[in-house]
């Protein structure tokens, strides 16, 4: 079993209509190849989480990959897990634009990093995502 984390930049700003789409597919897609996760979605960024076993995973990855839909795709961190950590959804999804963005520990400093760095330790994008269990 592997945990892949990503973060990607959305080619234009997403509306709530096409954000469930992605959802939609992503749900479906997810549940016919054992796939959970959870995406985020924040202002033209997506941070996703995804867990699985390794071919299904590398599949849907390399699906994610020729998505049009976004770009500048740099993975995060890509290891072997023992269990889920994100097992109770095909994908979970949050798009953080609508929420108290104070609720979200770490989201400040991840922003401020993802605008004036190319490196972001992969804790701090997992502690975010790891929040959304919450909800």
Not at 20 to 38: H, M
Not at 43 to 52: K, P, R, Y
Not at 61 to 80: C, G, L, P, Y
Not at 88 to 102: A, K, L, T, V
């Amino acid at each position: 079993m592997r945990q892949l984390i990503y973060i990607s930049s959305a080619e234009h700003k997403m509306n709530h209509y096409q954000l469930l789409e992605i959802l939609r597919v992503s749900k479906e897609n997810n549940t016919k190849k054992n796939i959970s996760g959870v995406l985020l979605y924040d202002n033209g960024t997506f941070i996703q989480v995804l867990e699985g076993e390794e071919g299904q995973l590398n599949e849907t990855f390399a699906d994610i990959q020729i998505d049009e839909r976004h770009s500048n795709i740099v993975i995060m961190q890509n290891k072997e897990i023992q269990a889920r950590e994100f097992g109770d959804w095909s994908m979970g999804f949050e798009n953080i634009s609508e929420i108290d963005r104070n609720d979200i520990d770490g989201l400040a400093e991840f922003n401020s990093l993802l605008k004036n760095s190319n490196f972001i330790d992969s804790s701090l994008a997992k502690k975010i995502l790891l929040q959304f269990k919450r909800f």
